[in-house]
C-alpha cells in the first residue's frame, strides 16, 4: 500500500512537470530573428517573396525558427545596412543595398555594369554563380553570410520632354545618374548628370532642375515619378547588386541543421526575386504603354554600340579593383565569362514559387 502511494505521488509529479515544462522548454527552443526590410510593406518582393520564403524557412525549421519581420525601414533606414548587419543590430537586412557602398565591393560592382546584363533575372543569377565560382567576388562578403544574391529592378531612361533614341540625345540633358557609374555614363554622352537624395528628385523634376533619370522601372509610380516623365527609352541600362545578408555572429549561433535549411533556399530566393523583379518591370512598361506614354525599345545591336561607347568607365572599374588589391583585368574577365554562360541558361523558379507569380 506504501509503495502504491509513493508511486501515485511520483507519477502525480512527473505530470505536473510534464504539464509545465513546454511551454518554457518550446519557447527556449525558438530562435528569432530579427529581419530588416527598408522597402514598404505592400511591395510585390516583400509580399511575393520575402515573407513567403520566412514562412518556408520556418516550417522546414520545424517552428524552431521565427523570422520577426520589420518592414518599411522601422528598425534599419537602407543606407543604414551595412552597418546594422555588420553590428548585429538586425540578425537579417534584406536588401542590403550593395549598389550603395560600391567603393567596400568592387569586384561585386563589377557584375553589375552597364548594358552587362539582360534583365533582373540574369543579373540574380549571375551574381550567385560569380559568388561560387570567383574567389574575388566571394572574400568581399567575409564579415557576413550571403543567405539572398538579389537585385533592384533594371534602370532605364525617363524623361519629361525628349524621347532619347541615339546618345546624341543625352547632350546637355540635366538627368538624375543615381550612382557613379550613371555619372560616368551621362558625362561620356554629353549630358549634364545631377546627383540628389532620392527623395528630392520629384521636386527636382518639378521645377526643371531635371530633365530625366536614370531610375529602375518598376518603382517609377511608387515614387510618384510617373506625374512627370511620360518618355521612356528601355534600353536595360543596369540593375543594382543586391544581398540578403544575415550577421556573422549571429548565422555562427545557429545548429548545422537550420544552417542547412538556409543554405538549401538560397539560390531558389535568388531567382525567385529575379522573377518578380522582371514580372514588375514587364507589367509596368505595358501599363506605361497603355496610357499613352512614348516607348523606344532599343534594340540590341544599338544596345552593343552604346556599350562600347562606355569603356573607360569598365576601365574605371577595373581599376578601382586594382587599387582594392585584386588583379582587375583578370577578374573581370571571370565575370563576363561567368555572365554570359548564365544569360544563354536563365533559370526558372522552384515550382512552390509558380503561384506568388501571379
Known amino acids: 500500500m506504501k509503495y502504491f502511494k509513493l508511486a501515485t505521488l511520483v507519477t502525480a509529479l512527473c505530470l505536473g512537470l510534464a504539464l509545465s515544462a513546454p511551454l518554457g522548454a518550446s519557447a527556449a527552443e525558438v530562435i528569432e530573428l530579427k529581419a530588416s526590410v527598408w522597402q514598404p510593406p505592400m511591395h510585390p518582393v516583400v509580399q511575393q517573396v520575402y515573407i513567403p520564403w520566412g514562412k518556408m524557412i520556418e516550417k522546414r525549421t520545424g517552428g524552431r525558427v521565427k523570422i520577426k519581420w520589420f518592414l518599411g525601414g522601422t528598425l534599419v533606414k537602407a543606407e543604414q545596412g551595412l552597418s546594422a548587419v555588420k553590428s548585429g543590430l538586425a540578425d537579417i537586412v534584406m536588401p542590403l543595398g550593395v549598389w550603395a557602398f560600391s567603393k567596400q565591393f568592387p ?35 567575409k564579415d557576413m553570410k550571403v543567405i539572398g544574391f538579389l537585385t533592384t529592378g533594371i534602370s532605364n531612361f525617363h524623361m519629361k520632354s525628349l524621347l532619347i533614341k541615339k546618345l546624341a540625345d543625352f547632350k546637355n540633358q540635366k538627368i538624375w545618374g543615381a550612382n557613379a557609374i550613371g555619372v560616368a555614363s551621362l558625362k561620356i554622352w554629353g549630358a549634364s548628370p545631377r546627383v540628389t537624395k532620392l527623395a528630392d528628385i520629384y521636386m527636382s523634376l518639378q521645377r526643371g532642375a531635371l530633365d530625366g533619370v536614370i ?4 518603382p517609377l509610380h511608387s515614387f510618384r515619378m510617373t506625374d512627370l516623365v511620360n518618355k521612356h527609352t528601355i534600353a536595360n541600362y543596369l540593375p543594382g547588386a543586391q544581398v540578403a545578408a544575415m550577421n556573422l555572429k549571429r548565422w555562427n549561433s545557429l545548429p548545422p541543421d537550420i544552417q542547412k535549411v538556409f543554405n538549401d533556399l538560397t539560390l ?58 585584386l588583379d582587375g583585368k583578370a577578374v573581370m574577365k571571370q565575370i563576363q565569362e561567368v555572365v554570359a554562360k548564365t544569360g544563354a541558361s536563365p533559370m526558372q523558379r522552384d515550382s512552390f514559387w509558380k503561384p506568388l507569380g501571379k
Open 107 to 141: 569586384a561585386s560592382t563589377a557584375i553589375y555594369m552597364p548594358f552587362q546584363l539582360k534583365n533582373e533575372l540574369h543579373a540574380t543569377q549571375s551574381f550567385y554563380e560569380c559568388f561560387n565560382k570567383i574567389p574575388a567576388v566571394r572574400n568581399e562578403y
Open 215 to 218: 531610375f529602375p522601372t518598376p
Open 268 to 325: 531558389s530566393l535568388s531567382i525567385a526575386v529575379g522573377h518578380k523583379n522582371l514580372e514588375m518591370n514587364t507589367y509596368i512598361i505595358s501599363q506605361l504603354k497603355k496610357r499613352g506614354d512614348q516607348i523606344y525599345m532599343v534594340p540590341q545591336e544599338q544596345r552593343e554600340k552604346w556599350r562600347s561607347t562606355l569603356q573607360p568607365v569598365y576601365d574605371a572599374q577595373i581599376e578601382s579593383m586594382n587599387k582594392a588589391g
